[in-house]
């Protein structure tokens, strides 16, 4: 079956700390985002790719960074520079234009 | 600029009707999704709407008003497992980008 993974679902890091959350999707889709969600609040746009070896900063870039040198990978690393970095951090992809997103079932990053 | 509004907590009684309300200011607007979205679970699609009107799917239903800037999500006969939060999406310009609200709590009681 097609889908979209993330991976871990749970991940501690110390602060100061580099980590780098795993997404990767075999439907297809052309088009991937990443997502920041802190609790109580909807979804905020971190990175977003609509096409490989292409991406663009979503409303809250700063302190992370992406790549998409494949298809169906999107890793967005959380960076020493993010100041509030725990939080849920959903990836989502579509096959771009007017459809809707398929998620991922989220990485909940905790950073002590 | 673009700004989606939506109440943050709703409460309502299990078997009844239940409406939440959003409203959007997006640049280049082409549809509006409702999407569930269960506590530290993935958001899952409930609806999407491009054109006015109501669009109805099984206890759920999503009407829109572009003229307006307003849509509403409708949950009838409402069910325990309907507790969990609602985000109202808009898809922003042609990126196929979407600007999500804060999201609704709903909590359906017995």
């Known amino acids: 079956d097609g889908g979209i993974t993330q991976s871990p679902k749970y991940l501690f890091r110390k602060e100061g700390q580099n980590v780098t959350l795993s997404c990767e999707q075999n439907?297809?889709?052309?088009?991937m985002y990443w997502y920041r969600q802190d609790p109580g609040q909807g979804l905020r746009l971190i990175y977003y790719?609509?096409?490989?070896?292409?991406?663009q900063k979503g409303d809250i870039a700063e302190g992370y960074s992406v790549s998409r040198e494949k298809k169906e990978s999107f890793p967005l690393t959380v960076t020493s520079a993010q100041k509030n970095p725990t939080a849920f951090y959903l990836c989502?992809?579509?096959?771009?234009?007017?459809?809707?997103?398929?998620f991922g079932s989220g990485t909940r990053l905790t950073v002590v | 600029g673009q700004n989606i509004d939506q109440p943050t907590e709703m409460t309502a009684t299990e078997g009844a009707i239940v409406q939440i309300n959003c409203t959007y200011q997006?640049?280049?607007?082409?549809?509006l999704f409702w999407y569930q979205q269960h506590a530290g679970e993935a958001p899952t699609f409930l609806s999407y709407?491009?054109?006015?009107g109501l669009e109805e799917k099984g206890r759920f239903s999503s009407f829109l008003s572009r003229s307006k800037g307003y849509s509403y999500l409708l949950l009838k006969e409402l069910q325990m497992k309907d507790s969990a939060s609602y985000l109202c999406?808009?898809?922003?310009?042609?990126?196929?980008?979407?600007?999500f609200g804060q999201g609704t709590t709903l909590q359906v009681k017995p």
């Open positions: 989502a992809s579509s096959i771009g234009g007017m459809n809707g997103y398929t």
């Open positions: 439907l297809n889709h052309d088009a």
């Open positions: 790719s609509q096409i490989v070896n292409d991406f």
């Open positions: 997006t640049s280049g607007f082409n549809g």
């Open positions: 709407n491009v054109l006015d």
């Open positions: 999406a808009a898809i922003s310009g042609n990126t196929g980008k979407l600007i």
